[in-house]
């Protein structure tokens, strides 16, 4: 699968290194959207996972609408702890009067070089027409947030 | 033991929804309320699922009704501002969104 969900790798050894900080005035984290097959710019096809290390345009949807390249910034709501787990949440960020079909997307710091923090796959091509693209985060608890430490 | 986990069960994904030719519907967007305030859990037992699934019905009626009444009132306040700035053709446009 050229779109695989994970947590990053390298963003688990970054973790330990302080290199992000998910903090309402820490760092800033954008989310890009990806194609598989011929959605991308110029064709090209996304393979995100595990392995991905930063942001790469190969794959990236078009800009169109309110989504430009490089993806849409997310705003972060600050880190906290549900009984033995810390979690961190996003906002849910939507697009608007864009056509795009995606497979998946990398949220990543944009404040950091561009690292990867996570990879999301949609399972199935989402598409908006001349419409809305809106990706709405889990609910922020122990089992469900987007990004948790257990 | 500890782990650095990231959701993949179905609730831990996020939720991607899309609309044509314009933003989207007052169904969806009750849908995306919906899933931030109450989620059901297939393992509760049947007789609290039973009335989780219930409330959430209910709920759902009230946020759709404050939805289109948010739209509509959005709409009649950009009316206004269009008709009072001279645009009387495109406060109609709206108004009849």
Redesign the interface.
């Known amino acids: 699968m050229a779109i695989a969900?994970?947590?990053c790798t390298a963003f688990?050894k970054e973790?330990m290194l302080g290199t992000h900080n998910f903090a309402t005035n820490g760092n800033a984290f954008k989310l890009a959207l990806f194609a598989e097959g011929s959605g991308g710019k110029s064709s090209t096809t996304a393979t995100l996972g595990a392995t991905t290390t930063a942001f790469a345009t190969t794959g990236e949807v078009a800009s169109s609408g309110t989504y430009a390249t490089g993806g849409g910034t997310l705003t972060k709501v600050a880190p906290s702890t549900s009984g033995t787990t810390a979690l961190t949440d996003f906002a849910?960020l939507s697009f608007?009067t864009a056509t795009?079909t995606?497979m998946g997307?990398l949220i990543y710091n944009s404040t950091n070089s561009n690292k990867a923090v996570?990879v999301?796959?949609?399972?199935s091509n989402?598409?908006?027409?001349?419409?809305?693209?809106?990706?709405?985060?889990?609910?922020a608890d122990a089992?469900?947030?987007?990004?948790?430490?257990? | 033991m500890?782990?650095?986990?990231?959701?993949?069960?179905t609730?831990?994904?996020?939720?991607?929804?899309?609309?044509?030719?314009?933003?989207?519907s007052d169904e969806q967007i009750v849908d995306?309320v919906l899933?931030?305030i109450l989620?059901v859990s297939n393992d509760a037992p049947p007789v609290i699922k039973e009335q989780a699934l219930l409330f959430r019905e209910n709920i759902r009626e009230v946020l759709y009704s404050y939805v289109e009444f948010t739209k509509k009132q959005e709409r009649a306040t950009i009316t206004q501002t269009l008709a009072k700035a001279g645009h009387e053709d495109l406060a109609n446009i709206i108004r009849r969104l």
Not at chain 1, 120 to 123: E, Q
Not at chain 1, 128 to 139: A, R
Not at chain 2, 11 to 24: E, P, Q
């Open positions: 969900q994970a947590m688990k973790l849910d608007t795009i995606a997307a996570a999301l796959d949609f399972t989402k598409t908006s027409t001349s419409g809305t693209f809106t990706i709405q985060f889990p609910t089992s469900n947030a987007i990004i948790r430490i257990a | 500890d782990v650095l986990d990231l959701g993949t069960g609730a831990g994904l996020v939720n991607v929804m899309t609309s044509d030719h314009g933003g989207l995306l899933d931030k989620l």
